[in-house]
Antibody, heavy 118, light 108 residues
Framework: QVQLQESGPGLVKPSETLSLTCTVS????????WSWIRQPPGKGLEWIGY???????NYNPSLKSRVTISVDTSKNQFSLKLSSVTAADTAVYYC????????????WGKGTTVTVSS | QSALTQPASVSGSPGQSITISCTGT?????????VSWYQQHPGKAPKLMIY???KRPSGVSNRFSGSKSGNTASLTISGLQAEDEADYYC????????FGGGTKLTVL
C-alpha cells in the first residue's frame, strides 16, 4: 500500500527557510492532492497547504506569504519550503495524501520534528 | 479561515457511548459533506476514522460513526474501549482545509 516518508533537517535557525521532502512509495503520485500539516508541541493540527500532481497549489491563508509546495513526479516526491521561520514554526510536520473526491486525508507519514532555534 | 470548534475534552466509562461535536459555519461544515474525523494517539500520526460525514474506511471499527446537522458534525463512539483514549480532530473542506481544535477523549 502507499506509504509516505518525510525527510529534512531537524533544526533550522530563525529567519532561515525550512525545507522538507515527502517521498511517496508503493503507488503513483498522480491523481491525488498531496498535503502538508503541522502540529506544534502540545497543540492541534494545522493545515499548511496542498499540491496536485499537476502542480496547482492551495495554501493556508495565514501562511501563504511564506509557503511554497512543489512536486517532482519523476521522483514521486513533493516538498515544502517555509521561509523566515521563527520559534512559532517549531512543530511536527506531517505529509498526507488528500483525496480529490471528498477531500479527506487517508494516508499519513509518520511525521518529522522540526525545531527552530539558534 | 477559522478553526472548527470542538470541546477540549470528553470522557466516558468502558462500554458507554460518547459524542464529540464539531461546529463550523454554513461555509464549511454546513455547506458541504466534506467532513472527516481523525484519531491521534500520543506520539503517533493521525488516523482517518470517518470521511464524507459518515463513511468508515476499511478496517475502522463500526463502533465509530459520524453524522451532521446544520453546521455541526458529530463523531459517536459506542462501546468505549481503553484503546479509544486519544485525541480526535474533525476536518472540513470549503476551498481550503480547516481542522477543529481537537478533543481529548479519556476512558475512565
Amino acid at each position: 500500500q502507499v506509504q509516505l516518508q518525510e525527510s529534512g533537517p531537524g533544526l533550522v535557525k530563525p529567519s532561515e527557510t525550512l525545507s522538507l521532502t515527502c517521498t511517496v512509495s508503493g503507488g503513483s503520485i498522480s491523481s491525488y492532492y498531496w498535503s502538508w500539516i503541522r502540529q506544534p508541541p502540545g497543540k492541534g493540527l494545522e493545515w499548511i497547504g496542498y499540491i496536485y500532481y499537476s502542480g496547482s497549489t492551495n495554501y493556508n491563508p495565514s501562511l501563504k506569504s511564506r509557503v511554497t509546495i512543489s512536486v517532482d513526479t519523476s521522483k514521486n516526491q513533493f516538498s515544502l519550503k517555509l521561509s523566515s521561520v521563527t520559534a512559532a514554526d517549531t512543530a511536527v510536520y506531517y505529509c498526507a495524501r488528500l483525496t480529490t473526491d471528498y477531500y479527506y486525508m487517508d494516508v499519513w507519514g509518520k511525521g518529522t520534528t522540526v525545531t527552530v532555534s539558534s | 479561515q477559522s478553526a472548527l470548534t470542538q470541546p477540549a475534552s470528553v470522557s466516558g466509562s468502558p462500554g458507554q457511548s460518547i459524542t464529540i461535536s464539531c461546529t463550523g459555519t454554513s461555509s464549511d461544515v454546513g455547506g458541504y459533506n466534506y467532513v472527516s474525523w481523525y484519531q491521534q494517539h500520543p506520539g503517533k500520526a493521525p488516523k482517518l476514522m470517518i470521511y464524507d460525514v459518515s463513511k468508515r474506511p476499511s478496517g475502522v471499527s463500526n463502533r465509530f460513526s459520524g453524522s451532521k446537522s446544520g453546521n455541526t458534525a458529530s463523531l459517536t463512539i459506542s462501546g468505549l474501549q481503553a484503546e479509544d483514549e486519544a485525541d480526535y480532530y474533525c476536518c472540513s473542506y470549503a476551498g481550503s482545509v480547516v481542522f477543529g481544535g481537537g478533543t481529548k477523549l479519556t476512558v475512565l
